[in-house]
């Protein structure tokens, strides 16, 4: 695959635009090709299996539409299907997990108290299960499955403010907030919601995505196999979804541009 190859992104829906407009920013040269599997949304309440099938389906289109690596922007379909996926394609597989360490990196040494809000399915899975073990034993980590903030974006309801705010408050009542020192956004549609979360929480609190994370990491797979893209090409996104609506269409058209 040459390097002016595009760059394939999937999600479960529309919350992987979170990522690709990271990509855009920070890699402009590249060529996006984004897949929202909408008609499949939520993978969160599915099961690995489930989840594992309609992430191959997905790759496998990729694959024949010659990319030069995958991003999977679905802390989800990491969980359950990046180890496959690497084992069966010939192609970098970039995966998302909740950004925990760099919550933990910030306290410096300082016990932290952290959530993690991300879908059910990611905090159940073994993967997540392996990260929190790193950092248990120095920190109090709270796990917050959050599967409503998913159907909020994917029925376009992002800017109800007060169906939002409700939804926050029903997930995070139970939480002293003025203890806790941040919370990671350990789902991709829940970046969206980062000035939502801003007004739930106190200043003290910081809000952590793995968004640039991944970008750089992307980057730096490129860099090393030389496939970045030449600095002469002009990127460009190409958005498709499992759901032709035109709904959906737009919808993912003005969170791309949000
Ligand atoms: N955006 C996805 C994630 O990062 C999953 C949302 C869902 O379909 O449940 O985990």
């Known amino acids: 695959m040459s390097s002016t ?4 992104v999937f999600d479960s829906g529309l919350g992987g635009i979170s990522v690709v407009r990271q990509i855009a920013q920070d890699m402009p040269h590249e060529h996006v090709l984004y897949f929202g599997d909408s008609a499949n949304a939520p993978y969160g309440t599915k ?6 099938e309609l992430s191959f389906r997905i790759v496998e289109r990729f694959a024949s539409q010659g990319v030069k690596a995958v991003v999977i922007a679905c802390n ?4 359950a299907a990046v180890n496959d996926l690497r084992d069966t394609y010939d192609i970098p597989i970039i995966g ?11 306290g410096q040494g300082k016990r932290q108290r952290v959530i993690v809000a991300a879908t059910p399915l990611t905090l159940r899975e073994h993967k997540f299960a392996a990260l ?7 920190h109090t980590i709270f796990k917050e499955p959050c599967p409503g903030l998913v159907d909020v974006v994917e029925s376009g309801r992002l800017a109800d403010h007060d169906l939002v705010m409700h939804t926050l408050h029903g997930y995070f009542d139970q939480y002293d907030l003025s203890s806790i020192d941040s919370v ?3 789902c ?8 939502y979360f801003r007004e739930l929480l106190p200043d003290t609190a910081a809000i952590i995505d793995g968004n640039e994370g991944t970008v750089r990491h992307l980057s730096v797979v490129l860099e090393s196999l030389g496939k970045l893209a030449p600095e002469t090409q002009d990127g460009s996104v190409t958005l498709a979804n499992s759901d032709p609506s035109e709904r959906i269409a737009a919808l993912s058209q003005q969170l791309l541009e949000r």
């Open 5 to 8: 190859a595009p760059i394939g």
């Open 47 to 52: 099961t690995p299996a489930q989840v594992r």
């Open 184 to 186: 990671v956004l350990g």
């Open 96 to 106: 998302m997990e909740p950004a925990l360490k760099v919550a933990c990196d910030r």
């Open 76 to 79: 989800t379909a990491t969980s």
């Open 132 to 138: 929190m073990e790193r950092f248990d034993q120095d």
């Open 188 to 195: 991709t549609h829940f970046v969206f919601y980062r000035d």
